[in-house]
């Protein structure tokens, strides 16, 4: 296997790991306003993802920083034609972290509310773009000879990628839900199980109508695989909350996450980026690469810090495991 398919495979890995840390993160910010009943029941929510939230966007930064480097042209051609929707997506992400930190600084009402509702749109924001963003990316866009995005953004909202953003929207919150039923106690738990039913049936039809549509347009039998074990873990996701068995939810709910984004990747590859206007524009692994030396060198260091982030983020978790609930919140 060459460095550059490598670092295609890499890069797959930490978009994986992001969509499944930030999606129940975002799950979390999403439901301040559909599970949460009083300001004390989002402060219980958000406590869940408070010591989490901040290491789960480092995957991102990650995922960015491996694309710029390992495949440059890959990067420039995403930022410059998706620019509006992921500078919105960067815009959401600075104010949601602000109002993670800001939201409990003064005690007045209004001052909190807003804060919330800051969370609550930062959160839903996001979790429809990202979803759109890979659609567009799997589905091809208007990439010409000179490997530039020469669409507009309106052909970034075609049925397809809409469809995407639904799916990660539900998948995201369905993921969340069953977060927050892993992590609290008492009343809040029992209604985010019940809210998790309802989630996981519309995610199952809005997921199985993308990953068919997606198979039909671009899948082979490796995509297939990947999309049986995605439903399949999806409905075991379900039937596990609907036992009242929260971790093996949550933990199902995270395989359907990495299957499907394995899938849209196992479609997308050997392109990193197709073209909607000529197969032969298409942005691949081989011509959008970095150097051999620079792959070379970027390997190295990716084997030396990785395990540290890993080990570091697994103890941040091991250490706030624990479940909370509205009593172990101050008045």
């Given at each position: 296997?060459?460095?550059?398919?490598?670092?295609?495979?890499?890069?797959?890995?930490?978009?994986?790991?992001?969509?499944?840390?930030?999606?129940?993160?975002?799950?979390?910010?999403?439901?301040?306003?559909?599970?949460?009943?009083?300001?004390?029941?989002?402060?219980?929510?958000?406590?869940?993802?408070?010591?989490?939230?901040?290491?789960?966007?480092?995957?991102?930064?990650?995922?960015?920083?491996?694309?710029?480097?390992?495949?440059?042209?890959?990067?420039?051609?995403?930022?410059?034609?998706?620019?509006?929707?992921?500078?919105?997506?960067?815009?959401?992400?600075?104010?949601?972290?602000?109002?993670?930190?800001?939201?409990?600084?003064?005690?007045?009402?209004?001052?909190?509310?807003?804060?919330?509702?800051?969370?609550?749109?930062?959160?839903?924001?996001?979790?429809?773009?990202?979803?759109?963003?890979?659609?567009?990316?799997?589905?091809?866009?208007?990439?010409?000879?000179?490997?530039?995005y020469v669409g507009t953004l309106g052909d970034?909202?075609?049925?397809?990628?809409?469809?995407?953003?639904?799916?990660?929207?539900?998948?995201?919150?369905?993921?969340?839900?069953?977060?927050?039923?892993?992590?609290?106690?008492?009343?809040?738990?029992?209604?985010?199980?019940?809210?998790?039913?309802?989630?996981?049936?519309?995610?199952?039809?809005?997921?199985?109508?993308?990953?068919?549509?997606?198979?039909?347009?671009?899948?082979?039998?490796?995509?297939?695989?990947?999309?049986?074990?995605?439903?399949?873990?999806?409905?075991?996701?379900?039937?596990?909350?609907?036992?009242?068995?929260?971790?093996?939810?949550?933990?199902?709910?995270?395989?359907?996450?990495?299957?499907?984004?394995?899938?849209?990747?196992?479609?997308?590859?050997?392109?990193?980026?197709?073209?909607?206007?000529?197969?032969?524009?298409?942005?691949?692994?081989?011509?959008?690469?970095?150097?051999?030396?620079?792959?070379?060198?970027?390997?190295?260091?990716?084997?030396?810090?990785?395990?540290?982030?890993?080990?570091?983020?697994?103890?941040?978790?091991?250490?706030?495991?624990?479940?909370?609930?509205?009593?172990?919140?101050?008045?």
């Amino acid at each position: 296997m060459e460095l550059h398919d490598v670092w295609f495979v890499l890069i797959a890995v930490l978009w994986t790991g992001y969509f499944f840390l930030e999606g129940f993160d975002f799950g979390i910010g999403i439901l301040t306003k559909l599970l949460a009943r009083n300001r004390k029941e989002r402060r219980v929510l958000i406590n869940t993802i408070g010591p989490v939230w901040d290491g789960n966007e480092v995957w991102l930064l990650s995922a960015g920083g491996a694309t710029f480097a390992a495949f440059p042209d890959w990067y420039a051609t995403l930022f410059s034609g998706f620019y509006l929707p992921l500078l919105l997506i960067l815009v959401c992400l600075i104010v949601r972290g602000v109002a993670f930190e800001y939201r409990a600084k003064r005690p007045e009402e209004n001052w909190q509310r807003n804060w919330e509702n800051a969370i609550f749109w930062t959160s839903l924001i996001p979790a429809v773009l990202w979803g759109v963003a890979f659609g567009n990316i799997v589905r091809g866009v208007k990439i010409d000879a000179q490997k530039e995005y020469v669409g507009t953004l309106g052909d970034l909202l075609n049925p397809y990628a809409i469809l995407g953003g639904l799916v990660t929207l539900a998948l995201f919150t369905f993921h969340g839900t069953v977060f927050a039923a892993l992590k609290t106690v008492g009343d809040i738990r029992v209604r985010a199980r019940k809210l998790a039913l309802g989630l996981g049936a519309v995610t199952a039809v809005l997921a199985l109508g993308f990953l068919i549509w997606t198979q039909a347009d671009n899948g082979d039998g490796k995509s297939l695989i990947a999309l049986v074990v995605a439903v399949a873990a999806l409905v075991a996701a379900i039937g596990a909350i609907a036992a009242g068995r929260e971790g093996w939810s949550f933990a199902l709910s995270g395989v359907t996450i990495v299957a499907a984004v394995a899938m849209l990747f196992l479609t997308l590859f050997p392109n990193v980026m197709p073209s909607s206007l000529n197969e032969a524009w298409s942005l691949t692994v081989t011509n959008a690469s970095s150097t051999p030396y620079t792959l070379k060198i970027m390997t190295w260091c990716a084997g030396i810090a990785t395990p540290v982030v890993l080990l570091y983020q697994g103890w941040t978790y091991w250490v706030f495991r624990k479940r909370i609930g509205t009593q172990h919140i101050a008045e």
